[in-house]
Nanobody, 120 residues
Framework: VQLQASGGGLVQTGGSLRLSCAASGGTIDNYAVGWIRQAPGKEREFVAAISWNGGVTLYGDFERGRFTISRDNAKNTAYLQMGNLKPEDTAVYYC??????????????WGQGTQVTVSS
């Protein structure tokens, strides 16, 4: 399955963005979908993940309720709603998929990233 992330951009501190992850070449019905980010000069960091049916959601510790992950299997798409954005959220956000969700970087499928830049 191929993953295409979109929705990144430039936003001011306190603003919101919704990232989308569209799958092609297969369906995401059987996969957990997640987001991993990488800020300049830093290691990749787990952001959020959702199980195939949405029954399980996982979030990174830094989010403190600011982000919400969701999915629409009928549209073969997953989403990451980000609110109250901070400059430290600036990063490339990667859409990922795996048989099951996990808090780490152990995802089998990776899409290209979408850049999120939060200005102060």
């Amino acid at each position: 399955v191929q993953l295409q992330a979109s929705g990144g951009g430039l936003v001011q501190t306190g603003g919101s963005l919704r990232l989308s992850c569209a799958a092609s070449g297969g369906t995401i019905d059987n996969y957990a979908v997640g987001w991993i980010r990488q800020a300049p000069g830093k290691e990749r960091e787990f952001v959020a993940a959702i199980s195939w049916n949405g029954g399980v959601t996982l979030y990174g510790d830094f989010e403190r309720g600011r982000f919400t992950i969701s999915r629409d299997n009928a549209k073969n798409t997953a989403y990451l709603q980000m609110g109250n954005l901070k400059p430290e959220d600036t990063a490339v956000y990667y859409c990922v998929a795996n048989e099951s969700p996990n808090y780490g970087l152990g995802y089998r499928y990776w899409g290209q990233g979408t850049q999120v830049t939060v200005s102060s």
